[in-house]
Protein backbone atom coordinates (compact mmCIF):
# COMPACT_ATOMS: atom_id res chain seq x y z
CA UNK A 1 0.00 0.00 0.00
CA UNK A 2 1.72 3.39 -1.30
CA UNK A 3 1.82 6.19 1.24
CA UNK A 4 0.67 9.36 1.04
CA UNK A 5 1.69 12.59 2.67
CA UNK A 6 -1.25 14.54 3.56
CA UNK A 7 -0.56 18.30 4.16
CA UNK A 8 1.94 20.75 3.19
CA UNK A 9 5.70 19.94 3.21
CA UNK A 10 7.61 19.52 6.08
CA UNK A 11 10.18 22.65 5.53
CA UNK A 12 6.95 24.67 4.68
CA UNK A 13 5.38 23.96 7.53
CA UNK A 14 8.56 25.06 9.22
CA UNK A 15 9.13 28.45 7.40
CA UNK A 16 5.14 28.99 8.12
CA UNK A 17 5.68 28.59 11.70
CA UNK A 18 8.53 30.56 12.34
CA UNK A 19 6.89 33.04 10.64
CA UNK A 20 3.76 33.19 12.86
CA UNK A 21 6.23 33.07 15.97
CA UNK A 22 7.95 35.77 15.01
CA UNK A 23 4.36 37.62 14.65
CA UNK A 24 3.77 36.37 17.83
CA UNK A 25 6.94 37.94 19.47
CA UNK A 26 6.60 41.49 17.97
CA UNK A 27 3.04 41.32 19.31
CA UNK A 28 4.38 40.42 22.82
CA UNK A 29 7.15 43.00 22.71
CA UNK A 30 4.48 45.81 21.42
CA UNK A 31 2.74 45.15 24.53
CA UNK A 32 5.66 45.52 26.38
CA UNK A 33 6.70 48.83 24.75
CA UNK A 34 3.38 49.82 25.62
CA UNK A 35 3.61 49.48 29.41
CA UNK A 36 7.42 50.34 29.96
CA UNK A 37 8.13 52.94 27.38
CA UNK A 38 10.60 51.15 25.20
CA UNK A 39 11.74 47.79 23.84
CA UNK A 40 13.63 45.28 26.07
CA UNK A 41 17.30 46.01 25.57
CA UNK A 42 19.80 43.66 23.69
CA UNK A 43 20.73 41.80 26.97
CA UNK A 44 17.43 41.66 28.36
CA UNK A 45 16.47 40.06 25.14
CA UNK A 46 13.21 38.05 24.57
CA UNK A 47 13.56 36.69 28.15
CA UNK A 48 12.06 40.43 29.47
CA UNK A 49 8.73 39.24 28.13
CA UNK A 50 8.64 36.37 30.01
CA UNK A 51 10.53 37.42 33.00
CA UNK A 52 10.59 40.71 34.96
CA UNK A 53 13.57 42.55 33.95
CA UNK A 54 15.58 44.78 37.03
CA UNK A 55 14.32 48.06 37.21
CA UNK A 56 11.44 47.41 35.41
CA UNK A 57 8.80 48.45 37.90
CA UNK A 58 5.80 49.13 35.11
CA UNK A 59 6.47 45.62 33.71
CA UNK A 60 3.12 43.68 33.58
CA UNK A 61 3.87 40.49 32.52
CA UNK A 62 4.62 37.73 31.32
CA UNK A 63 4.36 38.69 27.38
CA UNK A 64 4.21 35.52 26.38
CA UNK A 65 1.88 32.41 27.75
CA UNK A 66 5.14 29.69 27.90
CA UNK A 67 8.65 29.50 27.66
CA UNK A 68 10.49 31.75 24.60
CA UNK A 69 10.72 29.06 22.15
CA UNK A 70 13.06 27.13 19.89
CA UNK A 71 12.52 27.51 15.66
CA UNK A 72 11.24 24.74 14.26
CA UNK A 73 14.73 23.82 13.63
CA UNK A 74 15.56 23.73 17.80
CA UNK A 75 18.18 26.79 17.37
CA UNK A 76 17.24 29.61 19.75
CA UNK A 77 15.95 32.92 17.73
CA UNK A 78 18.12 35.84 17.50
CA UNK A 79 17.09 39.06 19.38
CA UNK A 80 18.94 42.69 18.51
CA UNK A 81 17.14 45.46 20.05
CA UNK A 82 16.60 48.54 18.00
CA UNK A 83 18.88 51.39 17.79
CA UNK A 84 17.34 54.03 15.90
CA UNK A 85 14.16 55.60 17.54
CA UNK A 86 10.59 54.26 16.20
CA UNK A 87 12.03 50.72 14.59
CA UNK A 88 11.31 47.54 16.67
CA UNK A 89 13.92 45.00 17.74
CA UNK A 90 14.91 42.58 14.98
CA UNK A 91 13.68 38.93 15.56
CA UNK A 92 14.89 36.02 13.42
CA UNK A 93 15.95 32.67 12.66
CA UNK A 94 18.73 31.49 10.83
CA UNK A 95 17.22 28.68 9.50
CA UNK A 96 17.91 24.44 9.10
CA UNK A 97 21.61 25.06 9.59
CA UNK A 98 21.15 27.98 12.21
CA UNK A 99 23.91 30.02 10.20
CA UNK A 100 23.59 33.39 8.60
CA UNK A 101 22.99 32.89 5.29
CA UNK A 102 22.13 30.35 2.81
CA UNK A 103 19.24 29.38 0.77
CA UNK A 104 16.44 26.80 0.49
CA UNK A 105 16.02 24.85 4.14
CA UNK A 106 18.91 27.32 5.46
CA UNK A 107 17.65 30.41 4.50
CA UNK A 108 16.95 33.53 7.18
CA UNK A 109 13.60 34.16 8.10
CA UNK A 110 13.67 37.72 10.16
CA UNK A 111 10.69 40.12 10.67
CA UNK A 112 12.50 43.63 9.81
CA UNK A 113 10.57 46.84 8.88
CA UNK A 114 12.91 47.81 5.16
CA UNK A 115 12.88 51.23 6.60
CA UNK A 116 14.49 50.19 9.41
CA UNK A 117 18.43 49.58 10.04
CA UNK A 118 19.62 47.98 13.42
Given at each position: ???????????????????????????AL?????????????????????????????????????????D????????????N?????????Y??????G????????????????H
Amino acid sequence: MPITRCGPPPERSRFTAAHAQLQAFQTALGAYRDDIGHYPSQKQGLQALRTQPAGEAKWRGPYLPQDIPLDPWRHAYEYTAPQNPGCPPRIRSYGEDGQPGGTGASADIADEPARCTH
